[in-house]
């Protein structure tokens, strides 16, 4: 059974950093095939596309972000990541995990709160 599992969110500084993982457990042999990307919704708003990479690692972002994030994969990890730099009050949001190819699965989101 495949579970996508989201960690390392939390409260930062505005200008700060925090670097997000999610892990594939159960999807060791089917990872690779699989198209990561990084979603976000904050209260009151819809859901928020933030970053894709591809099975063939290349990479996307929405205008909110590009510049400021980084997504990356590690496929003997069953593992994506974004790094998130210069954070800012409006980057607060739940960040969901989501894995496109022959099925979709989400993760549960981790929360991320940028405040001073």
């Known amino acids: 059974q495949v579970q996508l599992v989201e960690s390392w969110g939390g409260l930062v500084q505005p200008g700060g950093s925090l670097r997000l993982s999610c892990v594939g457990d159960?999807?060791?042999?089917?990872?690779?095939?699989?198209?990561m990307n990084w979603y976000r919704q904050a209260p009151g708003k819809q859901r928020e596309l933030v970053a894709t990479?591809?099975?063939?690692?290349?990479?996307n972002y929405s205008d909110s972000v590009n510049g400021r994030f980084t997504i990356s994969r590690d496929n003997a990890k069953t593992t994506v990541y974004l790094q998130m730099n210069n954070l800012r009050p409006e980057d607060t949001a739940v960040y969901h995990c989501?894995?496109?190819?022959?099925?979709?699965?989400w993760g549960q989101g981790t929360q991320v709160t940028v405040s001073s």
């Open positions: 989501n894995a496109q190819g022959p099925f979709a699965y």
């Open positions: 159960g999807m060791k042999f089917i990872f690779s095939i699989y198209d």
């Open positions: 990479i591809t099975r063939g690692r290349s990479t």
